[in-house]
């Protein structure tokens, strides 16, 4: 189900929410992984969505990440939901390597270092996307326990 704090967001910025990027949205906060585009095509299938094309996911999941719903990673060519859209520039995504969950990790000082390393190499980026693999603290605390 996709949060109050979401819809109020969407409401606030007077986005309009069809019913494929609303059943798009309340898939991705039902997982806690990654999910892929053909994977949604399927979602919307079983949803009785209509017979949805590639090209209309697509569109559908570039305006939710245009409107800072969704985050792509981009190793994994898949998406997580934002949990506060319009309340940060950049993001780091954790990905665990065990369990393929996927968090936001949001943390100024972090994203600040990057144009301003690249800067001392005359470098000036568009955007970028930091993605960390690894081990979730779940994962960590069960291998020890």
Not at 44 to 66: C, H, M, N, Q
Not at 79 to 102: E, K, R, S, V
């Amino acid at each position: 189900m996709i949060p109050t704090t979401i819809t109020a967001f969407c409401q606030r910025q007077n986005l309009e929410i069809t019913p494929i990027r609303k059943v798009i949205l309340d898939h991705l906060w039902q997982n806690h992984t990654p999910i892929k585009a053909y994977d949604l095509i399927e979602v919307l299938r079983l949803k009785a969505i209509g017979s949805p094309k590639p090209a209309t996911v697509y569109r559908s999941i570039d305006f939710l990440e245009r409107q800072g719903l969704v985050h792509k990673v981009h190793a994994l060519n898949a998406y997580i939901p934002c949990h506060h859209p319009g309340q940060h520039t950049a993001c780091q995504l954790l990905i665990c390597d065990n369990c393929n969950d996927a968090k936001e990790f949001c943390d100024d000082d972090l994203a600040s270092l990057i144009p301003l390393k690249l800067a001392k190499i005359g470098f000036q980026p568009r955007a970028s996307v930091l993605e960390v693999f690894g081990t979730c603290q779940q994962c960590t605390e069960a291998k020890t326990s």
